[in-house]
């Protein structure tokens, strides 16, 4: 949805959870109104920008080739169309011959093209989703204007990291399915040919997959008429795994095909064994592939900086990232401002939340998603009393002197909080499948020690949601999560040291896109600064992205 400048304003709306991921998802598209705006870190607001990249002509892909095993080819033409999900949080489709479409309305975290697997329209793709509490969906039959139905395959596919389709790998026509644990091991899932049960029983297909950061399915790369995969490990190395066409051992050993790709946020196939790659500034590179598993040189893909506000492609090799992707801002005299993320790196310039002054008196915080819609939630600490979004969850609240939602840190597929009492013992409050919570869990003691203890995202590189924390001498720690909601981390890990020089820590999810967590720190003088995540346990260094943001007594 485009929406005008004058559109651009939100007012709360009451009402429970449920109901309320209608209403942020509204707020998601207000935001998007500035989302690509030039990303500045001053904290004074812009004027409203279109909500989507506009998409290459066909000219500009005609000299891609020809790819008869393209997964998501909407016109027939033998190319990949580009799908991805923008910042306002639904599927678009981007034609060589037409132009954006909204595709498929809602919250997915990993869209995998898996072309033609025999639907009502002969050459209509199909499209698997996986949504943020696990549930695998089939689209049937895209095309332009959208999907002609859609089948729910089944549950609990939070288990994975990464989910893409490297092809045929059996040759039997069909496009098959490659899955990664958090663990690394990676399984295949044949195709049936059969919608509503798409895929078969998976096979194990070996471990040690946790050493990549973005996993991507190339087709037939090579010309042997089998799927093959291409995947990028932390230090930038792309490797080539060939199709064997044996499904006990469907990929040969891999082959370095190149280095420095660590400059791009999300890799993804472009059609006929090569790839795209977009950077931070959001200009998008094209590879053509040499048909023996390398690349020819890239070539730019339209103008620079067309694809930023693009927070998932279909097909991207990147650890799925969810639930918060902004960053919000109180001041003294009650007015509140989000701060999208922009995907380059750099938050969006501000959007008011309300009205000026409206929220004076209420210490409002934002959380990882606690719905399923993958969208940051509200929270609200007042008179004992805790509501999420306008939802009254119940009281007994006030025994605690910091709370953090850094998403789903049990395993289950649904966003959880920590809680900390005075006493510094640390509890977890598991989520419901409908809310309130499950019963409290006693998670640890002794974080007393620390003054910031925040977390919206993964920071080891598997997937799980991890904590950072601060001990007031500076020390910065990180807590690996397990996925395990009795002991939900590791023991801890010191990766820093002189973090007292900030005010403020802040986790504002994922800031370009790559699937990473990443880290802001702003300063008594109110500067800026970004770390991002490039893993496993690692940031980048420091660039200062902002000004002038003491004027806040909150950043959250």
């Not at 109104?33 to 607001?45: E, W």
């Not at 997964?71 to 910042?87: A, H, K, S």
């Not at 289950?412 to 409908?434: E, F, T």
């Amino acid at each position: 949805m485009r929406l005008g400048p004058g559109a651009c304003h939100f007012v709360p709306q009451g009402g429970d959870l449920l109901r309320s991921a209608s209403s942020w998802r509204w707020r998601r598209a207000v935001l998007s109104c500035t989302a690509l705006a030039a990303c500045a870190g001053m904290v004074m607001s812009t004027a409203a920008a279109a909500a989507q990249p506009t998409p290459p002509s066909s000219a500009e892909f005609a000299t891609e080739q020809a790819a008869p095993s393209a997964l998501f080819d909407l016109n027939g033409d033998g190319f990949n169309e580009l799908l991805y999900r923008g910042v306002d949080g639904e599927l678009h489709s981007s034609s060589t011959d037409r132009g954006p479409y909204e595709l498929y309305p809602g919250s997915t975290i990993d869209i995998v093209p898996i072309g033609d697997q025999g639907g009502l329209y002969p050459g209509e793709p199909e499209l698997l989703t996986v949504s943020e509490d696990g549930q695998l969906t089939l689209l049937e039959d895209a095309y332009h204007y959208g999907v002609r139905a859609k089948h729910l395959v089944g549950g609990g596919w939070q288990v994975y990291n990464k989910v893409v389709s490297p092809g045929d790998v059996n040759g039997d026509g069909l496009a098959d399915v490659v899955a990664r644990t958090r663990d690394g091991q990676l399984y295949l899932y044949l195709a049936t040919g059969t919608l509503w049960k798409p895929l078969g029983t998976r096979i194990s297909i070996g471990g040690g997959w946790g050493i990549y950061d973005q996993v991507v399915g190339a087709g037939d790369a090579n010309g042997d008429g089998r799927g093959d995969l291409y995947a990028r490990d932390y230090s930038g190395v792309l490797w080539f795994y060939a199709g064997t066409g044996n499904t006990a051992k469907p990929f040969a050993t891999r082959k370095s095909v190149g280095r420095g790709w660590n400059i791009y946020n999300q890799v993804m196939p472009s059609g006929g064994g090569g790839l795209w790659a977009r950077d931070d500034s959001g200009t998008l590179y094209s590879y053509a592939p040499s048909g023996n598993g390398t690349l020819a040189s890239r070539q730019q893909k339209g103008a620079a900086g067309e694809w930023v506000g693009v927070t998932q492609f279909a097909g991207s090799g990147s650890i799925s990232h969810t639930g918060k992707d902004e960053v919000l801002a109180t001041t003294p005299g009650g007015s509140a401002y989000w701060y999208e993320t922009s995907t380059t790196g750099k938050l969006a310039p501000r959007t008011l939340y309300g009205e000026e002054g409206m929220w004076k008196g209420f210490p409002y915080f934002s959380a990882s998603s606690i719905g399923t819609d993958n969208v940051s939630d509200v929270l609200l600490v007042w008179d004992d009393r805790l509501t999420i979004d306008n939802y009254y969850i119940g009281s007994g609240w006030s025994i605690y002197n910091h709370i953090v939602g850094p998403g789903d840190v049990s395993g289950d597929g649904r966003g959880d909080l920590l809680a900390r009492d005075r006493s510094g013992a640390l509890y977890l409050y598991q989520r419901k499948p409908s809310l309130p919570f499950e019963p409290r869990i006693r998670v640890g003691t002794g974080w007393g020690v620390y003054n910031a203890i925040v977390g919206s995202g993964d920071y080891t590189g598997d997937g799980r949601k991890d904590l950072l924390a601060r001990t007031t001498n500076g020390d910065l720690y990180l807590y690996a999560g397990t996925g395990k909601a009795t002991a939900p981390f590791k023991s801890r890990v010191k990766i820093g040291t002189g973090w007292n020089i900030y005010k403020r820590l802040v986790a504002p999810g994922d800031l370009n896109s790559d699937g990473k967590g990443d880290l802001l720190g702003v300063t008594a003088t109110g500067e800026l600064y970004r770390y991002l995540n490039t893993s496993p346990s690692k940031f980048s260094t420091r660039m200062k992205i902002g000004s002038g943001f003491q004027i806040y007594n909150s950043m959250t």
